[in-house]
Structures are given as structure tokens and as C-alpha cells.
């Protein structure tokens, strides 16, 4: 049956008609003619709709209804602890995530997801480890990618973050922050004709975000256009006033 789950959580994921299909499975859910196993498949493709509306009670609701009945189901646990990241209760997503990978240790979002919520919590070495198992379990998922570049560049590994990013740009290469961060790992390591690459480009790609503006700033005065370094830094600042502090929470000077 933990299949049977899967299915309807991954059908309710591609509905474009949310409205629609809450009202199908709600028909479904109340209908005396339903099967047990046809009533927690559309609990469990509700739940799902009632998270992408931003419906979060109703949500974690039927998905813990079907959880009662599939304490298996990893996927169900997933969905449920995505909607408490909505709802902003990190604590019980971690519990789920945590339920679903030791449900199933291969369930790669689960993964993906539990890196993250170290990841808020300043624990990127411990994020590293998940999304290296999420990585070997799907190379080409640019997202879990980036964001182990991410944790790489927090930890200060910049040429395993470089390495991250390019494989991630590989798969989606108009990416705009995933550039500006290989960019300003290039920074970090000195190598400035790399990093102005980079940062130029995601300046085209978004010209309004401060964060490689500014890091552009610092390259081209490290590389030794004071006027040019000058303007960056200025119209950063325009656009971001802390965008000194801002940047330098990230280690960049």
C-alpha cells in the first residue's frame, strides 16, 4: 500500500486545477462507497493540495490521518514535514524527515529536505553529509547540487563549492545566484578574472539583486579599478544599505 501512497502524493503534485481536485478527493474521502485504500490515497493527494494553497492545519490533518494507518509510508511523512516548513515549525519537520529516512534511507527528498533545515540551524557539515547521499542518489538534481555548494561555501571549502556550482550551472545555466555564488567563491580564492565572469554575468541575468553587485565592487577593487569598484559598491548600497554587513556574514571582505 506504501506505493499505492506514493502514486497519489506524486499525481496530486502535477494538478494545475488545485480547486478542483480537493473537491474530486473530497468526494472521495466522504463517499460511503469508498474503499479504505481509495480514502487514504485521497487524503493523501488533499493533503498535498491543501499545502500548495497554503492550507497548512488541513494539510498536516490528513496527512497524519494517513500516516495512523501507513506508518510506512516515507513519502506521506515528506509532504507532512514540507507543510510544517511552511507553516514554520521546523522542529516536527525535522522529526519527519528524520522518520522518513529511517523509514527509508534512500528517500532522496527527505534528504535534500533535512540538509536544508541544518542548514538554517549553521550545521552545513552535517547538511554536506545528507545531500552527498542525495547527490549519489540523483546526480543530476541541480538543486541539492547548489545547495551542498552552498554549505561547501559556508564551510569555507571554496574549490568544493566551485565544483558544485559548475556541475550545478550545468544542468540550469541561467541560474542567476547560483552564478553570483560560484562568483564569489572565485573571489575568495583570488582569482578575480574568474570571479568578474561570474558576477558580471549574474549582474545580466538579475540586475537588481545587491548581493553580486556589491561582491563585484570588492573584485574590482581587488583587481584594481578603484572608480569601477566605486560605482558597484554605491549602487548596491542604493539598493541594499546593510549590503556591507550583509555580505560579510557570508566570510566575504
Known sequence: MRASIFLALAMAQGVTDVERAIRDDTRIIESAQSTRNQRLDALAARGVLFRKTGQ???AITDLTEVLRDRPDADAAYVERGMTYVAAKQ???AMADFDDAIRINADNQVALSQRA???RAHGRFDVAVRDLDRAVA?????PWAVSERGLDHFSLRKYVDA????TRALELTPASAWT???RGAAQYQLGRYDAALGDLNRAIEL???DPWPLYIRGLT??????????DADIAAALAIWPDAASGVAKDGIK
Do not use: H, M
Not at 162 to 165: G, L, S, V
Open 179 to 181: 552564478i553570483a555564488y
Open 56 to 58: 497548512f492545519d488541513f
Open 220 to 229: 574590482k577593487r581587488k583587481a584594481g579599478d578603484g572608480p569601477g569598484a
Open 137 to 141: 542518489l540523483k546526480p543530476d538534481d
Open 116 to 118: 536544508a533545515l541544518y
Open 90 to 92: 521546523p522542529d516536527l
Open 162 to 165: 566551485i565544483a558544485d556550482f
Open 206 to 208: 538579475d540586475a537588481f
